[in-house]
């Protein structure tokens, strides 16, 4: 069983839709958790931490489920631009001593269509 | 450009063959970080260092992959006797860690390679 695990998609939806993500983690331990985004031959790059208590930046909004393991990413009014690949990815460090080793998804690939 | 550098872009070689791959972190960033990704799949966490000491290496980094770092600032990764199995993107990140902040990971362009 794969540490992340992803659906990988694709999701193809319309511009202006609601679409959702999902991640399963299996290392309890994890303690930090983020989205980032890749773009076709491109590298990856940070979209947003993912805190317990749920956050929300613009269009995209996280939530953490650390009893079932499980973390969620919503984009609203989906644009063309935000058709990419979405990783999910853990730290098993916390917030504030992060910085070793990043364990990723398979990712999630988005396709929004005009 | 003041992101991460990597050269080659893309490298292609004949099994057997050996080859390196240099990776040039945002300056002022200790922590230097190189992980792999084959199509479809996302990155894998290959080794990290802290200035010029390797810190961690995963499993995923067998005899035939070495890297370094000797000055604290650009890392090298080497893989010798390369196989077609090591055909993959060899990314590398880089990150200021400050204990008790957080520090996010910025990835470089990524090196291509496929071995033939």
């Known amino acids: 069983r794969k540490e992340v695990e992803q659906d990988p998609g694709p999701f193809n939806v319309p511009e202006g839709a609601t679409v959702a993500f999902n991640c399963t983690y299996s290392?309890?331990?994890?303690?930090?958790f983020f989205w980032y985004r890749q773009d076709c031959r491109k590298e990856p790059k940070l979209l947003m931490s993912v805190y317990s208590s749920g956050n929300e930046d613009g269009r995209f909004t996280a939530q953490l489920n650390r009893a079932s393991q499980y973390i969620s990413l919503l984009i609203r009014d989906s644009k063309l631009s935000d058709s990419a690949t979405y990783l999910c990815?853990?730290?098993?460090?916390?917030?504030?001593?992060?910085?070793?080793?990043?364990?990723f998804g398979g990712g999630t690939r988005l396709m929004v269509k005009p | 450009d003041t992101g991460v550098s990597q050269d080659p872009r893309h490298k292609i070689t004949k099994r057997g063959q050996n080859v390196t791959f240099r990776c040039d972190p945002i300056?002022?960033?200790?922590?230097l970080y190189w992980y792999r990704q084959t199509l479809g799949q996302g990155p894998e966490f290959l080794t990290y260092?802290?200035?010029?000491?390797?810190?961690?290496k995963s499993r995923l980094l067998s005899d035939r992959f070495s890297a370094e770092r000797p000055k604290g600032s650009f890392s090298t990764l080497e893989i010798q006797r390369t196989e077609q199995g090591d055909s993959a993107m060899y990314l590398c990140?880089?990150?200021?860690?400050?204990?008790?902040?957080?520090?996010?990971?910025?990835f470089g362009p990524g090196t291509r390679l496929t071995v033939l």
């Open positions: 990140a880089s990150s200021l860690y400050r204990k008790g902040s957080y520090n996010e990971q910025f």
């Open positions: 990815v853990v730290n098993p460090a916390a917030y504030n001593n992060a910085g070793n080793m990043l364990t």
């Open positions: 290392n309890s331990a994890s303690q930090s």
């Open positions: 260092f802290q200035n010029e000491a390797q810190l961690e």
């Open positions: 300056s002022e960033h200790n922590r």
